[in-house]
């Protein structure tokens, strides 16, 4: 099993990234998805999450409106498109994967928000 993120980065404030989380070694269409982050010296916490046919989705209210989690099963990857990018949003931002009390974690990407 394998997840392996991309797109973090350096990014302004008011600037947007897009984040990706490419599957291996599982069913990926079976398992709901999800985004974390997770901030120096806090508790790692749930961004979004997209269920594993696609149609449901959770935000924190944190990212409402700015953040919008997708997946493309063909592809076996999920994305996190963050626009309205504040300073606080600044995190590692890790993928999960999750089924039947199973989970996957990916090694987590970067993203830093500051001027």
């Known amino acids: 099993v394998q997840l392996v993120e991309s797109g973090g980065g350096l990014v302004q404030p008011g600037g947007s990234l897009r984040l990706s989380c490419a599957a291996s070694?599982?069913?990926?269409?079976?398992?709901?998805m999800s985004w974390y982050r997770q901030a120096p010296g806090k508790e790692r916490e749930l961004v979004a999450t997209i269920t594993s046919a696609g149609g449901r989705f959770n935000y924190a209210d944190s990212v409402k409106g700015r953040f919008t989690i997708s997946r493309d099963n063909a592809k076996n990857t999920v994305y996190l498109q963050m626009n309205s990018l504040k300073p606080e949003d600044t995190a590692v931002y890790y993928c999960n994967a999750y089924r039947s009390r199973i989970g996957h974690w990916g090694q987590g990407t970067q993203v830093t928000v500051s001027s």
């Open positions: 070694g599982f069913t990926f269409s079976r398992y709901d």
